[in-house]
């Protein structure tokens, strides 16, 4: 929603300063769809002869997610803590009964009371992987850190791939918006000789690339952008809580200090309390039994 928002006051004000500056509404747009084909069509094929087939396909994934994405909130976290604790308790008591739950979450009675986890496809592979090599061949935890971090990085690395392509689409505006603009060059060179006020329009519709360019540029790829690196961010904390809840279960905590392991992980700004994550763990453990 704030993208919207901020979308909106970035288009309102430019074109509230232009008209108050005693600009013409008529000059910025009429030239606007040709330059826009010329800057977003050259973005575009740029964007096909520099990226492959999948990152473009996850660049335009993770833009999507932009609109409709929030920060996890502290109903999220702890969802995932009480998922976590559930999960431990169980393989705290009988290791072999946690299988089947890890082998097929999306049938596990432990998953379906946690669906925005169970929604989590890259949080569901995270933690049935884990605990699926610590069930067949227990690693100690130092080694079990290492490959929870790999995992991490790997992923984190194809993430952040997305955003820094569109980076790079963003750097290249601007010169795309000078190859607009001199080609209106060019035609102006034309009409020489039709007079002041057909040179001077056309000169106005050849600066209109150089404005749309730049613009585009830093008014809006430059910051969708940085938005998805930080949604990727934000993702990767998620993450990272339940990294260090499991890394608790492998060093042999009890369920309840390896969810107050995690529980600290969590940003403080939506970070639940200990009293309301004890209180919740006591009941999710009297709902499991």
């Known amino acids: 929603m704030l993208v919207i928002v901020g979308a909106i006051v970035v288009i ?6 232009f008209l108050l500056e005693g600009g013409i509404l008529h000059a ?9 084909m010329i800057i977003a069509g050259s973005a575009l094929g740029s964007l096909l002869i520099s990226a492959p087939m999948p990152l473009i396909k996850e660049m ?4 999507g997610g932009v609109f409709k994405a929030h920060d996890p909130k502290k109903e999220e976290y702890i969802e995932v803590l009480l998922c976590l604790y559930e999960l431990c308790k169980l393989a705290k008591s009988n290791p072999l009964a946690l299988e089947p739950h890890v082998e097929a979450p999306e049938n596990s009675e432990i998953f379906k009371r946690y669906p925005g986890v169970l929604a989590n ?7 049935a992987d884990t605990f699926k090599v610590q069930i067949s061949s227990p690693m100690n935890p130092y080694d079990l850190e290492a490959l929870m971090d790999q995992d991490i ?12 392509q569109m980076n790079k689409v963003s750097d290249a505006m601007p010169g795309l918006g000078i190859v607009a603009a001199v080609l209106g060059v060019v035609i102006t060179m034309g009409k020489l000789s039709q007079g002041k006020e057909v040179i001077g329009n056309s000169v106005g519709s050849a600066l ?15 910051p969708l952008a940085t938005k998805m690196d930080a949604l990727n961010i934000q993702h990767g ?17 009890s369920p309840k200090v ?30 499991a039994a």
């Open 258 to 287: 390896c969810v107050e392991f995690a529980r600290r992980t969590i940003p403080p700004s939506c970070r639940p309390s200990f009293q309301e994550i004890d209180t919740a763990t006591s009941s999710a453990g009297k709902a």
């Open 237 to 253: 904390k998620y993450v990272e809580v339940i990294k260090v809840a499991i890394l608790a279960f492998a060093k042999d905590c």
């Open 28 to 36: 910025l747009l009429h030239p606007m769809p040709i330059e826009l």
């Open 12 to 17: 309102a004000c430019v074109v509230l300063g």
């Open 208 to 222: 209109v690339g150089t404005f749309l360019g730049i613009l585009l540029s830093y008014g809006f790829l430059g």
């Open 153 to 164: 990085k790997a992923a984190h690395e194809a993430e952040a791939a997305a955003p820094a």
């Open 60 to 63: 335009m994934s993770q833009l």
């Open 121 to 127: 496809h890259h949080a569901i592979a995270f933690i």
